[in-house]
């Protein structure tokens, strides 16, 4: 009688066979990608792209080049997107510049008359003295008190040059000062916990995007969170969630002046109980 079974040595070949290609295909000759298009990356790899468009923006203040970069990426909504991936860099206290350059882009998405105008960047720069034979010699001039002549030697100058870089802000300048107009308690109770709330508006009452609010820790350290990262409620709307055995302090843009004393506030309900609320502040521009 024949036997049925396959010979032992067309399973090794198999086996071999798919093992060897294995090899070939991820180690010696692997795929490589060349020339393709930001959609095709990884979630990773986009956000580190988005994240170089927003530093981009915030440098170069041309948002026509920076949504035709995004717009490789093909996002079905954009706007969220680069909300919660500003969020993702604040809360992960990453890049803060690219955090702010992507708040303002999606803040342009409803936005689209939004302006911003460049921050500045200081570079130094000094020069070099050029060796020519009448800067090295020493030149003799007649002094009238001594008659003796008097050595004059080169000297160097150091030079200092302002680039425009962005500042973010919408059509007031950065610089302006924000001075706090508003405190109060909101008694609306919501499931996200006590949170500080805070409304930057610019002179004729309109939301900023991109302003920088420091708040002090328990610790002795500070935070930063930014206006602009819900554009859906406000441009100038930003919050924190608060802890409700801490008293905080912030500075609302590099230039404002401390807010301190901030605690979370209680209301009393119709059954009598406290319970804590949001702080809401509002800061204008003068």
């Known amino acids: 009688m024949r036997d049925k079974h396959p010979p032992l040595y067309l399973l090794t070949g198999i086996i071999l066979g798919i093992l060897a290609g294995l090899l070939i ?38 948002s026509g080049r920076a949504f035709s970069r995004l717009a490789l990426l093909q996002e079905s909504d954009l706007n969220s997107a680069l909300v919660a991936q500003a969020q993702q860099l604040v809360a992960a206290g990453g890049d803060t510049e690219s955090a702010r350059g992507l708040a303002l882009l999606a803040a342009e998405v409803n936005q689209t008359n939004l302006v911003i105008t460049p921050l500045v960047q200081i570079t130094e720069q000094s020069t070099s003295i050029t060796e020519t034979p009448d800067a090295v010699t020493a030149t003799s001039t007649p002094n009238p008190t001594e008659g003796s002549p008097t050595a004059t030697q080169p000297t160097a100058t150091l030079f200092f040059t302002l680039t425009p870089r962005p500042s973010a802000t919408s059509s007031p300048t950065q610089g302006a000062p924000y001075q706090m107009v508003s405190q109060s308690g909101d008694c609306a109770k919501n499931d996200k916990g006590a949170l500080l709330i805070v409304n930057v508006l610019d002179s004729d009452g309109n939301g900023i995007p991109g302003v920088k609010i420091e708040i002090s820790l328990p610790n002795g350290g500070s935070e930063d969170f930014y206006t602009g990262l819900y554009p859906e409620i406000n441009n100038g709307y930003a919050d924190y969630t608060m802890d409700a055995n801490t008293t905080y302090t912030i500075r609302v843009g590099s230039d404002g002046q401390p807010v301190t004393g901030l605690q979370v506030p209680q209301c009393t309900g119709s059954d009598g109980k406290s319970y804590t609320v949001d702080l809401v502040l509002t800061f204008k521009q003068q």
Not at 41 to 46: N, P
Request: proline share 5%; charged share 15%; no cysteine.
């Open 25 to 62: 295909a991820y180690v010696i000759l692997p795929v490589s990608y060349a020339y393709t298009t930001p959609d095709t990356l990884s979630s990773s790899q986009k956000q580190v792209y988005a994240s170089l468009i927003g530093r981009a923006y915030l440098y170069e203040a041309d």
